[in-house]
Structure formats: C-alpha cells, structure tokens
C-alpha cells in the first residue's frame, strides 16, 4: 500500500478496469476462483480444528480420565470429537452404510429416508441463500445492511398475512403473490434506513439494528393481538392456506421445498443484475468508490436507497420462504438470528452470489448436523454458533489465516471490506 | 475537525432547526391538550410517592388531571410559540428536556386518571433499569471517543454476565464480579485486537463477538448451568443502605438504598467523565478519535491508546453484564441480556457520546421499559411493544438530525494505518 501514491482511483480508471475484468483477465477464470477459495477454505478448516479443541475441552470425561492418565483422558476427549463430528456428517450429509444399504435394497422409500439429511440440510441453507444474498448486495453498494433480521420478519409476516388471509386463489396465482409480498414488506423495512442514509447521512448500521427490535416488537404485538390464531393462547398465527404453501417434492416427513430452487433462480437474478446490468454497474460503482461515481455523473443517492430496498426485498425472501415453505405459520422468534449469519455467509462467500450460495450451503448443512450431534454426541447445537464466528473472524482478518499457514501476501491488494465511520461521510 | 466545528456553529442559527423545533413544541403541547380532553372534568389523579421496603410512609399526591394537563399543555404552548418566533439558541437542547419531561408527566397524569400510581415505584424501577444501559453507553463512550466503533456491547455483557454466574456459583460473589469484568476486558482485547491491529472492519469484528458470546454462552448453559443447578445459583448483591442520606424522604430510598451496580454506576459516570473532559489523559485519548494521524505526529501512540479504551470499555461492559446475573436475576439463562447492549448504543447515541448524556438516555430508555411493565395494570391504551418500541425510534429520529446532528468522533469507526 505503501508504494502506492493515491489509493482512489478516479472514475476513468474504475470504468477502464471494469471494462478489462472478466474473461480476458491474466488468470484463467478456475485459477481465480481457486485463489479466490483458499482462504475462505482455509478458514472453514480452521474454525473446525478449533470447534474440535472446544469439544475437548468441554467434555467432562477428558477430565475423569485425566486423573486415572494423562492418556486416558486424551483418548476420551478425541472420542467425544471424533463421535461429535461423525454426528455432524450423520446429520446434514446422512450415514454412508445406510445410504449404500438403502440403495441396495432399491426401495424408493428407503433411498428417500436415507438421503433425506441431505434433503433436510437444502431446506436449512435457503433462507441463508436469500438473507446472504441480501446482506452481498448491501456489500456491493458499500452499504452495511445488518437489518437483515428486521427486514426477513417483515417479509414473514407479509406472507403469513397474505398465506392465511387470503382464500380461494390458485396455487399458482397464490404463491407469487405471498412470495412477493413477503419481499415487498423486507423492501420497505429496507427502504426506511437507505433514505435515511440518502437524506440525512444516518448510518445503515445504526438505524438498521435500530429497525430491527421495531420489527420484533412489532411482530410480537401483531401475534399477540390481530394476527394471532383465535383458538390459540400462545402467539402464533393461523396456518396459511394450502395454496400458498410451497409444494415439497415428496412425502411428509421430508421437508425439501420449492424455495430451494426459487433462491437459487433469485441467485442468479441478483448475479445477472450486478453483473450484466447498468443499474448494477452503477450500483457497484457507487460502492467501491462513491466519490469517482458521483463525477461520473451517477446518482449514489438514488443508488443507496434502491441498495437498501433490493437487499431489504431479498430478505423478506427469506422470511417469505420459512413462512411458506418450512413453518406454515408465524411464530414468535422463529428466525433464530438467520439475519445475522446472513453477515458472515456474505462475507465468507465474498459478496459473490455464487460465493454466497456456496456459504450457505456449508452453513444449511453445519446447521442441520448440528441438530444430530446433540441427540447422538450431546454436543450442544450452539457449537455452531462458535464455529461461525471464528470462520467470520478469519474471514475479516485474513492476515490471521496467512500467519498460520505461512501464505503469500497476494499480488493484487485484496478488497477489504470497509464502511467508513458513523458520520456518513462516504456519502 | 475544523467541519465539525462548524457544523456545530451552523447547527445552531439554522432557522429550520428553530422551526422544526418550534412545531414539535406546539405538538408536544396540542396533544397533551387532547390528551386533558379526554377526562372527564373533576377526575384526580393520585401518585404515590412511597417507595417499597422504606419505613417513613410519605402522603400521597393528589392533583386534578384535567387542570394539571390544561397547564402543562399551556406552557408547553407558550415554549413552542416563543420558539417559533425568536428562539431559545444555545439553550434549546435544555428546552427539549423540559418539554419532553413535562410531555412524560402530562402522559402519567392522563393514564393515571381516576385512579393511583406509585410515582416512587416507577422511578425506582426506572433507575434499576438505566444501570446496564447506562454502563453499557459508557462502554461505547469509551470506545467510540477512541475512534473505535463498539456494536459488542451485547456480546461482552453477554459474556460476562455467563462468566459472572459460573465462577460466582464456584467461588463467590466478589470473586464471580471480578472474573466478570475482566471477562469483558478479555472480549474488548478481542475487539481492539481484530480491528485495530488487523484493521478489520469494526463493525464486523463486533459482530464476531456477538455471534460468539451467544454461541459460547448459550453452549456453556445448555451444558452445565442447565444440568448442575449448582453451577447456576451465585445469589445476588444486596441493597446497601446508605445512612442519613437514605433518610431523607422521597429521593433518599430512591437513590441511597441499591445495591453495589447503582453506586458503582454513579461512581464510574463521574470518573469517566471528569477524565475525559478534565485530563490529558482524556484529551489523548478524545484526540486519537478525533484525528488520529495529529495525535500520532504529537507523539501519542495510537495504537496503545485504542487497545486500552477498548479494553476499559470491555470492562465496564463486563461490569453491566454481571449487572444481570449478580445485580439482578441471580440466575443464567441464554439470550438473557435480551438486546439491552443494542439499547446501550442507542442510550449512547442518544446521549451524544457524552457519559452523562448516556445517563440521561438511559434513564429515559428505562423509563419507557419500566412503564411498559406496568401499562397493563394502568390500563394504557398504548400496547407495551409499542412502549418498548420508543428508545429504538427516538435514536432513529436523533440520528437523523430532527434534533440537531450529533457530535461524533470524526475518526470513529476508520482503522489507522500507520504509513
């Protein structure tokens, strides 16, 4: 950094370099994408290797043990890892003897249960695909939408709303009509902080956690008054109608949905705009430095507040579709902090949406085996949560991950994420 | 600096600011009107004034509800005309206190009407409330005028309050306080150390300790402190009464008779706040949030400086977190501090970056949490979540500047690198 005299660049030199990227780059697109990987990577092994020195030292027989030998204590807290970790893959992956047996035996119903982990660990990373999409785009714009939560129990309480209100629709009218209700209320929830920034400079970061407690105060309200069940005491919302329901592919106990598919369409939507489209240009533009878009003639305030909306829509997405496809109702509480995972997917999957897709996979399905390493290892599910903020800690600090593992410093100074203060002075 | 400076001039001849200012006045003052309208004429409103557990009984307050908010909606009129037409200048920030405040009490006047509240009671609780809140915007105070953005403030209370009841079940309380505090110490070198030596993102380091301490604390209850009972049962800190001043009446059980985390709350806003304003320490330490390549070229190390205000700031976090299990419940359970540190931030917005600001912020935030406890029994129209609702809107409102920009740390949130 040093050697370099002027750090902004200037509009001509944004435009030139997006012109250059791309197919004709130095490196052939695999060689980039690998590099673009190692950390990542890198990252994921080491917030498991640690997760594992967590589990050791969590586990009471290593202790016992410890007193008859030192050995004996090893060898136990290494089982308790190992059978922790065996869950896990049992859980999200499935358990390679039974998926073989099921496929000898070639009943589909066997061959369906015994791939259904699989199955199951989908359903758990699509509402990560949607909010990480959410939270990437917000990157991309160089804007910091940790409102993420807010916006996605907005969006699921449009589409419960909508799922269980309305009566009489075909399916096919019905589910877009939830659907998109869902990302029009995460769009307004989203909206409300962009113009914000736009108007009076009031950072995202601040106003977006601020709308997220007025979402879940204002849900909580909603469940326990309107919108709450008649029958019901606890505050959950009546069951929305069959058709609004995302069809799942197979029989009851297996949940995978339709949404799976749908974020993965939305996925690319998000990659085809920013990437192929001259609002997305903009867009990025605006985000990677506002000061030469603004010379260039672009509007970074209309950029900001449109921003904040999308991210805000695809987050209602995200709410929209455990409404529609996983719950069928609304509960209180039933996102369990998937806004804020959102954070760290965006960043491991480098604002990329393939990036992000990829991420949330890994994330979908950490989450799911986890639920299977507290029934079998009695590791407790929030093991996750501690996985997930050592692999967002390498993450942010990759000089972290280049200590350890003796990496280069890369050629090309890597785009670190930056939001600049409170004051919105970047606008 | 020298464009906060102006800024800050400039706030304050802006006529619309006086305006705007003004028109909210009038509003505050036709709505407490409104409010007189509808009661029936002869309705009193009585306050109690004695607080639980204090031995001298004070009589109670009676005052005519229509007629008490006809005045207060008289004066806040006569304010906001004056306002409109020459304005208060430098004073109005004061004015909107006492405009505000007068607003809250025409609004317990009203929703009193016709029947009692125990004025003592509420301010307690008031008070109670505004601890970890008032801890927790110091926390941010510290960091932030160091020019290091704090959002973990959740995460180290979180921490600390887990860690507070553990090692207090396993040893005792003094002991459980003092691993608490430097629990939060612990998180806030975490803190320092990702975004002021690696430069990460400050927003994303905090988030990790967020994600972290739910996750840690959360595993360590569901492992132990769930199953060893034993393990969760540090018992609490007991009121001190304070002699002669818990005597005098009204404000002495309100103030003079809490427990160790209202007086150490007390204690710590005026440390910090003579120390930040009244020392060089202070000045170095506001400097390198303000400009912090200056404060490098005067010799200050700004790295040293920002690793141990985010560390103080750790620790006083860690104290707010042992407020919730030691001061408080006696107990863990997960997710217990509930999103009080976001709170924290906004108290500290609020505030201004100011300890005392923080204080008065938090003692309104309290107010709106302790009301909202009590706005079925007083039969408030209002639903409580919408009373819970307010501290989030009203930092939302300040930030945008309705009430005049806040005066931030111009370096808050940037990394320095040392070129």
């Known amino acids: 950094m040093s050697d370099e005299q002027d750090t902004k660049q200037g509009a001509g030199e944004v435009l030139i370099e997006e012109l250059q990227r791309g197919p004709s780059g130095e490196l052939p697109w695999w060689r980039q994408a690998l590099q673009a990987m190692t950390i990542p990577a890198l990252a994921v092994v080491s917030g498991l290797i640690l997760g594992g020195v967590f589990i050791f030292l969590t586990t009471e027989t290593v202790y016992s043990g410890w007193a008859q030998s030192p050995l004996v204590g090893l060898g136990n807290g290494l089982r308790a890892v190992l059978s922790a970790y065996a869950a896990l893959f049992n859980g999200s992956i499935g358990n390679p003897s039974r998926i073989l047996e099921a496929l000898q035996s070639g009943e589909a119903e066997a061959i369906r249960r015994a791939f259904n982990p699989m199955l199951e660990s989908l359903v758990k990373s699509t509402p ?123 029989g009851a106990p297996i949940r995978f949905h339709l949404g799976f598919f749908v974020a993965l369409g939305v996925a690319y939507l998000v990659y085809w705009f920013l990437f192929k489209t001259t609002w997305g240009f903009d867009l990025r533009t605006a985000g990677a430095n506002p000061r030469a878009a ?91 949560a501690i996985l997930q903020a050592m692999i967002l800690m390498f993450i942010a600090a990759p000089a972290i991950i280049r200590t350890i593992y003796r990496l280069r410093e890369p050629a090309v100074e890597e785009q670190v994420l930056s939001i600049g203060g409170w004051g919105g002075e970047q606008v | 600096m020298t464009t906060t400076a102006l800024r800050r001039r400039v706030d304050r001849v802006v006529p619309a600011r006086r305006i705007a200012m003004g028109i909210f006045f009038l509003l505050l003052g036709v709505a407490s009107f409104l409010l007189a309208g509808g009661i029936d004429p002869g309705t009193v409103t009585v306050f109690g004034l004695t607080a639980g557990g204090s031995q001298a009984i004070l009589p109670e307050w009676t005052l005519s509800s229509p007629s008490t908010l006809n005045l207060l909606a008289t004066v806040s009129l006569a304010i906001g005309g ?107 070198l975490l803190h320092a150390w990702l975004s002021v030596t690696y430069k990460t993102d400050q927003i994303v380091s905090g988030t990790v300790i967020n994600i972290f301490a739910l996750g840690m604390t959360s595993f360590i209850s569901a492992k132990f402190l769930q199953r060893y009972q034993d393990l969760n049962n540090p018992g609490i800190f007991q009121p001190i009464e304070i002699p002669l001043l818990s005597k005098i009446p009204f404000l002495g059980p309100l103030l003079f008779n809490n427990n160790l985390f209202v007086y150490g709350m007390f204690i710590l806003l005026i440390l910090l706040h003579i120390g930040l304003f009244y020392t060089r320490w202070g000045l170095r330490l506001r400097s390198v949030g303000e400009h912090p390549k200056a404060a490098d070229t005067l010799g200050i190390d700004v790295f040293r400086t920002r690793y141990m205000a985010v560390i103080l700031g750790g620790l006083v976090a860690g104290f707010a977190g042992a407020y919730f299990t030691l001061g ?35 003692l309104l935030f309290g107010f709106a949490d302790a009301l909202a406890a009590r706005a079925a029994i007083l039969g408030i129209p209002i639903p409580s979540e919408f009373l819970l609702m307010t501290p989030y809107i009203a930092t939302m409102i300040v930030l945008a500047g309705v009430v005049g920009r806040g005066q931030m740390p111009a370096a808050d949130g940037q990394p320095y690198d040392k070129e």
């Open chain 1, 294 to 384: 603004r010379y260039a003639g672009m509007n970074t305030l209309t950029a900001i507040v449109a921003a904040m909306s999308l991210s805000g829509a695809l987050a209602g997405l995200a709410g929209a579709n455990e409404v529609l496809g996983v719950n069928h109702n609304l509960a209180l509480a039933f996102s369990a902090g998937t806004g804020f995972d959102a954070i760290a997917l965006a960043l491991l999957g480098k604002s990329h949406p393939a990036g992000v897709v990829l991420a949330s996979l890994l994330f979908g399905t950490l989450k799911n085996g986890a639920t299977q390493m507290q029934l079998a290892a009695g590791v407790p599910i929030d093991i996750i």
């Open chain 2, 82 to 188: 004056f306002q409109l037409v020459r304005g208060f200048g430098a004073w109005t920030n004061w004015i909107l206190a006492v405009v505000a405040g007068m607003f809250i009490f025409s609004f317990l006047v009203w929703a009193a009407a016709g029947s009692s509240l125990n004025l003592a009671g509420l301010l307690g609780a008031t008070l109670i409330k505004s601890v970890p809140l008032t801890l927790g915007a110091m926390s941010g105070v510290l960091c932030e005028r160091a020019g290091v953005v704090n959002i973990a403030i959740e995460g180290m209370m979180l921490m600390s309050a887990m860690v507070g009841t553990l090692v207090g079940s396993l040893t005792n309380l003094w002991v459980g306080l003092l691993c608490a505090v430097l629990a939060g110490g612990l998180m806030g």
């Open chain 1, 128 to 250: 990560f695909i949607f909010a990480g999409l959410a939270v990437a785009l917000g990157f991309r714009a160089g804007l910091f939408n940790i409102g993420a939560e807010g916006q996605l129990f907005i969006g699921a309480t449009v589409a419960a709303f909508l799922g269980y209100s309305i009566t009489g629709l075909p399916p096919i009218l019905h589910i877009p009509l939830a659907l998109l209700g869902g990302a029009l209320g995460g769009a307004a929830w989203g909206f409300i902080p962009g113009w914000l920034k736009a108007r009076t400079g009031g950072h995202e970061v601040i106003n977006t956690i601020m709308m997220n407690y007025i979402a879940i105060r204002l849900s909580e309200f909603l469940l326990r008054g309107p919108m709450q069940r008649p029958d019901s005491f606890n505050p959950v919302s009546p069951t929305i109608e069959p058709s609004a329901m995302l069809p799942s592919f197979f």
């Open chain 2, 328 to 362: 408080s419940v006696g107990r863990f359970d997960e997710g217990l501090t509930a999103g009080r540190g976001f709170i924290s931030l906004a108290a500290m917005i609020f505030g201004n970056w100011m300890p005392f600001g923080g204080f008065g912020a938090g």
